[in-house]
């Protein structure tokens, strides 16, 4: 990049210096590069250690494809500025060298501990990369030097979830629920987190639901609807809502459904509630007749569209997991609401009428009311049909018989692998000193 030092004329009682960085960012912001960058020329020309104009050069370096030009602009002998220490990192991450760009967050956040949103995007970026452990610690010591902060209380609970350090999770959650007391959303991963949990019984995770019903589901905008759907003449039209319409565990199962219906019979809809699309989005959205994106909507106007569908049977896959928002339920968009899939206790939503299980994970001999507030129908012998999204390969021999010893495994996340799991592997493990257990995680 070139650095030209121009003086125009400055109007008495005029700053020169902030009328050139305010010239120069209010270029850059509209794309006018060249005027932005005699701008802050001007600027450095007069004082080579002002931070504005510094920072809009690293700016225009890193708009304009110049990331190797950027340390010029921030590494100013005796000033520690956030916003240059995030364009060198945005700078490091462009050039292909992460291992460097985590040393130099590291390292600013050790002299600028407070430095809130450097840490914050740090602590994110350490989540996309499975880089939890490391996590942990940007984002524990951001909420231990602000403790109103529920970001980093967030991002926390995130990093130790993934760790599979449940009692850290939930006290990070804890904190957050302090913090955020009206968010449903919150008050959903707590439930989630008391989920298999083995001293929490039904009647449990039935209050807990119920504490969430009564403090959200409420719902004074609730359609009405009659008791029964009237399908006389026409097609029943049947919506699946979800959060997970992607490579997702849930679609392992719900994608062999979908194509299985007989939409000769039937009109079938999906309500993708959940960021982002992939190849198996596609396939759910060609296993059905109307496909509708509701992510990002206010959850008012996305109950609107799915009860002006009139949709006559509304199947929720996800109730309080994966980032789902039950309050979409409680607008009753459909007159027959039904939990299937994620998740196999009840959601403790007073707006849904029905849970699908079978007779192993809710017994015959069980009192509903004590359980659930969902009447529960039972499918004989499971409610799964799985299929894997991506299979590789035919099933081969089996291993063993290769190995000379058992070799046993598991997919799950760290989430799911608490005292008891882990105890019980042990006692397995016991029993057949030969075998080996496996754990298959992207992140291992």
Not at 6 to 21: D, E, F, L
Request: hydrophobic content about 35%; aromatic content about 6%; overall charge neutral.
């Amino acid at each position: 990049m070139k650095t030209q030092h121009c003086h125009p004329p400055v109007r008495r009682g005029q700053s020169p210096r902030m009328n050139a960085t305010t010239r120069g960012m209010k270029a850059l912001d509209q794309g006018d590069w060249e005027t932005a960058e005699l701008s802050f020329s001007e600027a450095l020309g007069r004082n080579p250690r002002d931070v504005e104009a510094n920072f809009g050069m690293a700016r225009l370096a890193l708009a304009a494809g110049f990331p190797e030009d950027v340390p010029n602009f921030t590494r100013l002998p005796g000033i520690s500025d956030p916003r240059l220490a995030d364009a060198e990192y945005s700078a490091l991450r462009l050039l292909g060298k992460p291992e460097e760009a985590v040393s130099h967050a590291l390292a600013f956040l050790a002299t600028t501990p407070d430095a809130a949103a450097f840490r914050q995007r740090l602590g994110n970026d350490l989540l996309a990369e499975h880089r939890y452990a490391e996590a942990v610690p940007v984002f524990r010591e951001g909420a231990k030097r602000d403790p109103s902060d529920h970001k980093m209380a967030g991002g926390e609970a995130m990093a130790c979830m993934s760790l599979g350090r449940m009692d850290e999770t939930r006290a990070a959650i804890q904190r957050r629920l302090k913090l955020l007391p009206n968010d449903p959303l919150v008050h959903s991963h707590w439930f989630a987190l008391h989920s298999g949990v083995p001293t929490i019984t039904a009647a449990d995770l039935l209050a807990l639901g119920l504490q969430w019903d009564d403090r959200f589901g409420n719902n004074p905008d609730a359609f009405q609807h009659p008791s029964l759907p009237d399908t006389t003449g026409r097609k029943p039209r049947i919506g699946f809502l979800s959060s997970t319409f992607h490579h997702h565990a849930n679609c392992q199962f719900l994608l062999p459904l979908l194509e299985s219906l007989d939409r000769s019979r039937f009109e079938l809809f999906a309500y993708h509630d959940g960021p982002g699309a992939d190849d198996v989005t596609a396939l759910c959205e060609k296993a059905t007749d109307h496909f509708r994106k509701l992510h990002g909507m206010p959850e008012k106007k996305a109950a609107s569209i799915i009860n002006g569908d009139g949709i006559d049977l509304l199947i929720d896959i996800n109730a309080h997991y994966d980032n789902a928002r039950p309050r979409i339920l409680t607008y009753r968009p459909a007159p027959v609401q039904v939990h299937y899939l994620g998740g196999t206790t009840t959601t403790g939503l007073r707006s849904v009428d029905w849970r699908i299980a079978d007779d192993l994970n809710e017994p015959l001999d069980q009192d509903e009311s004590k359980i659930g507030t969902e009447r529960i129908h039972r499918i004989a012998g499971g409610i799964h049909s799985y299929r894997p999204l991506r299979a590789t390969a035919e099933p081969d021999s089996l291993p063993a018989l290769r190995n000379g010893h058992l070799t046993l495994g598991c997919l799950n996340s760290l989430t799911k692998m608490e005292d008891d799991v882990l105890r019980l592997w042990g006692r397995c493990l016991q029993a057949i000193p030969d075998a080996r257990h496996r754990l298959v995680k992207q992140w291992f």
